[in-house]
Nanobody
Framework: EVQLVESGGGLVQAGESLRLSCAVS????????IGWFRQIPGKASEGVSE????????????YYGDSVKGRFTISSDNAKNTVYLQMNALKPEDTGVYYC???????????????????????WGQGTQVTVSS
């Protein structure tokens, strides 16, 4: 059974930090890029989400959205099949439900310049809420 389980969300004040974790099982970790998407508050019913960051399969390529560059860091622990998203200097506009997603990389869908569209993710976690108060 494929599972992606997120944890680490919560309520923090602006300027503080959180670390999200995405523990995966049920597929070969090294074959998949893992990404984080965030659902935009007020647009959940429209299914609008934003690609935040991703890490490529096996070689550690990373991508960051413009709004999080310099503040967020993605990393993976292959021994634990877990991807982390360290979020520093959080802002109120970072508020949202964060989902991790897996994409089979038959092509480098996670590159330094882009990540795949959420519509093309293979597997999804259940999401974790991040709320940043001002």
């Amino acid at each position: 059974e494929v599972q992606l389980v997120e944890s680490g969300g919560g309520l923090v004040q602006a300027g503080e930090s959180l670390r999200l974790s995405c523990a995966v099982s049920g597929f070969t970790f090294d074959d998949y890029a893992i990404g984080w998407f965030r659902q935009i508050p007020g647009k959940a019913s429209e299914g609008v989400s934003e690609g935040v960051s991703c890490i490529g399969s096996s070689d550690g390529r990373t991508y960051y959205g413009d709004s999080v560059k310099g503040r967020f860091t993605i990393s993976s622990d292959n021994a634990k099949n877990t991807v982390y998203l360290q979020m520093n200097a959080l802002k109120p506009e970072d508020t949202g439900v964060y989902y991790c997603a897996a994409k089979l990389e038959t092509y480098p869908y996670c590159s330094g310049r882009s990540m795949w569209s959420p519509a093309f993710s293979g597997y999804w976690g259940q999401g974790t809420q991040v709320t940043v108060s001002s």
